[in-house]
């Protein structure tokens, strides 16, 4: 087994952007991948090797999330400091993923994504925010990176239409 440093560093992101994508607050990512390896580290006995390491890492991660939750219910609307944290308007240009997505309004966006149902949504949210590729997107569902191509593609797909469309429902 490797050195938990050695894990920490190359799988820190991963574990960073899947929680980027469920929480939509960086700080709290944060907060929350640490946690994620603090758990790892204490439960690393139990890891079998029968699913990928970064896998394993999300899970502990989502777990760590529901727990957080529990003690924390969502109560705040996304602020709009958020939000231009999250779509990158307040610092560097936008990524390709961003601008595919057209020029919706970052909050008319953001209640698009929120609208869609799982797992278009999630799909969106860690490709979009959490910057993690679609193999990794695919493997954090159990799924091939083939099929979070397709879902990621099809949904933006979707959302272009409605923008051209107008529509204000998903």
Request: charged share 30%.
């Amino acid at each position: 087994m490797q050195q938990m440093e050695e894990i920490y560093q190359q799988y820190a992101r991963t574990v960073y952007g899947y929680l980027v994508s469920r929480t939509r607050d960086e700080d709290l990512a944060e907060e929350l991948t640490q946690e994620t390896f603090c758990q790892a580290i204490r439960t690393i006995d139990r890891f079998d090797g029968s699913c990928r390491l970064s896998t394993w890492l999300c899970a502990i991660a989502g777990n760590v999330l529901l727990t957080y939750r529990r003690k924390h219910p969502l109560t705040e609307e996304l602020t709009q400091e958020q939000s231009e944290t999250m779509t990158g308007q307040g610092g560097a240009g936008a990524s390709a993923e961003e601008s595919a997505l057209g020029n919706l309004g970052r909050m008319e966006m953001l209640h698009r994504l929120h609208a869609l149902p799982d797992p278009a949504r999630e799909v969106m949210y860690l490709r979009v925010f959490g910057g993690l590729s679609f193999a990794e997107i695919g493997e954090i569902h159990g799924r091939s990176e083939n099929w979070a191509r397709v879902t990621y593609f099809r949904t933006r797909e979707k959302l272009r239409k409605e923008r051209e469309n107008g529509e204000d429902s998903m």
